[in-house]
């Protein structure tokens, strides 16, 4: 295989290394190709209900080999983003793997909150928006 050498490739994932549950076409001779010629590489998802550990079990269903360091979700660039403007007081609606993510951070209930995030959330209720609403007056 001949592929052009660049420092580092930042690859998106569904659509681009599978689509749903479907392996791309030559996906894992790409990463194999990476990782092997020790190119850098990140993985870039916009799932927030995953945590890396959890795309890496997908990539390994799929017969694709890397590890935890090789893979950023958008839970990951909030986690990073909160840190910087130095939020703490924190509202998620969301899934697992937002709410894991954000695990350091005082998850609030009440009036004492600073930020309100939301993800896919495939239980959301009314009164997880109603509380929302009432958090942001």
Known sequence: MSIKKYKLYLID?????????????????????????????????????KEPKDVIDKLKNLGISTT?????????????????????????????????????????NNEDVEVVIVGLDRKLTYEKLTKQSILME
Do not use: C, P, W
């Open 13 to 49: 994932l569904d659509g681009t290394i599978y689509n749903g549950e479907k392996k791309i076409k030559f996906a894992d001779q790409f990463v194999d190709y990476l990782n092997k010629t020790k190119t850098d590489y990140l993985f870039l998802t916009n799932n927030s209900t």
């Open 68 to 108: 935890e360091e090789h893979v950023y979700t958008s839970s990951d660039a909030t986690k990073m983003y909160l840190l910087k403007k130095g939020y703490s007081k924190v509202y998620i609606i969301g899934e697992r793997g937002l709410k894991d993510t954000l695990g350091d951070f005082n998850q609030k």
